[in-house]
């Protein structure tokens, strides 16, 4: 069965079989890759037997608690023929006419991607085929008998519209979703659409907190020890501010009316920019953490999703987010509420900029710290407060080594 491999997890893509029709399999034995909308996982069998069936194929996608394979103890009748999701059709089975709309305008035949495309490199028409896969689905072995099929020609070539399209000068190349860029959009898109939010930014001295960073990395290296970054600090004045406002380290309940779930406790997601796009692994109990402790497992989870190999538990529970684009020298964003929690902090980069003390202009070093906070639950007030909060301790960064 297609598994549950995180909490946001509603379908997964078959990335890769390690095993194949006729391989013996033990206990613990990774049968396959899966693609999840976090990251790819290893699912290795818990049971032991012969792979005798295949169900879904490569790059297929198949929702939760959907088989994905057959599992026997070797006695089975015959080995596979094709895999996929797509049991075999009759080899010789004659293309059906399409169904047509009462207008008179043919009706796209159902068929995934990837039949579409042989279809397409293959010159064939789909139009003329009515699938044998479930809801009259186009599979692959359709395309197959069609393909062999006497008589079988390339489509025709279309006629030349009355008007000529317009030529596309923006020369795209068109680069499909996979599946962990598929559910990122889906997820921003229905955060967007779905929480009604609202952003407050706050300009914060961040001189004291450099220097603070400098002085605690004086000798680290000499000594073994890993370097504290600004985001470490961040991490830990976020955690702290968190706990001094609970209203804020909260997620919106839709039951029986409405609720504010308040966290007791404080999970501090990373937005992380990995190959496979962005994740978010979780700082669990980030408020009672040393700032030591704090900045190697953020590290760590850092290095593990630049490398796909975070886990579903490590990306579990958040209940806010810390998004850091001041590397890349940015100056101030809104992020976007990574649900279901409350609020996220997008962090700008630490900028030397003129500022005004006791009526006088000299250099200082700001950042923006921007809080995006579901309206449902969180009140400006209240984000103001957080807010407030935060920038004491940037601009007092000595209160974060207690």
């Known amino acids: 069965m297609m598994p549950r491999l995180s909490d946001t997890m509603t379908e997964g893509a078959i990335a890769r079989w390690l095993k194949h029709p006729g391989d013996t399999v033990a206990v613990g034995d990774v049968l396959v890759e899966i693609e999840t909308d976090k990251a790819t996982m290893e699912l290795e069998a818990y049971e032991a037997g012969t792979l005798h069936r295949l169900l879904v194929e490569e790059g297929t996608v198949a929702e939760i608690g959907t088989p994905i394979a057959l599992l026997d103890d070797g006695s089975g009748p015959e080995l596979p023929g094709p895999v996929a999701g797509e049991a075999a059709a009759p080899a010789a089975a004659a293309p059906a006419p399409a169904a047509s709309r009462s207008d008179g ?192 497992l953020s590290r760590e989870l850092i290095r593990a999703a630049q490398d796909r190999t975070l886990t579903p538990e490590r990306m579990a529970h958040g209940t806010f987010t810390v998004s850091n684009l001041g590397m890349f020298g940015v100056a101030h964003f809104d992020a976007i509420i990574n649900p279901p929690q409350g609020a996220i902090l997008a962090v700008g980069a630490i900028l030397a900029e003129p500022v005004v003390r006791a009526g006088v202009v000299v250099p200082g070093e700001r950042m923006r710290l921007t809080l995006s906070a579901d309206h449902r639950i969180i009140d400006g007030a209240l984000a103001a407060e957080f807010l407030a909060t935060l920038r004491g301790l940037v601009e007092d960064p000595w209160r974060l080594l207690g």
């Open 105 to 296: 305008r043919g009706v796209r035949p159902p068929a995934s991607p990837l039949v579409r495309r042989i279809a397409r490199e293959e010159g064939l028409d789909l139009s003329a085929l009515r699938g044998s896969g479930p809801g009259g689905r186009i599979i692959r072995a359709d395309v197959e008998a069609l393909r062999a099929a006497p008589g079988a020609e390339p489509a025709a070539e279309p006629l030349p519209p009355l008007i000529p399209e317009a030529a596309d000068f923006r020369q795209p190349t068109r680069v499909p979703f996979d599946g962990v860029r598929r559910v990122i959009a889906a997820r921003l898109a229905q955060s967007a659409r779905d929480i009604p939010h609202f952003s407050v930014t706050v300009i914060a001295d961040a001189g004291a907190l450099l220097e603070v960073r400098a002085r605690l990395n004086q000798g680290r290296e000499e000594a073994g020890r890993p370097r504290i970054g600004v985001n470490d600090l961040l991490l830990r004045a976020s955690a702290l501010a968190l706990r001094a406002h609970p209203g804020v380290n909260a997620s919106h309940d839709p039951e029986g009316g409405g609720a504010t779930l308040l966290h007791s406790a404080v999970n501090i997601g990373i937005a992380v920019a990995a190959p496979a796009g962005l994740v978010v692994p979780v700082i669990r109990d980030a408020d009672i953490r040393a700032l030591d402790s704090l900045a190697a």
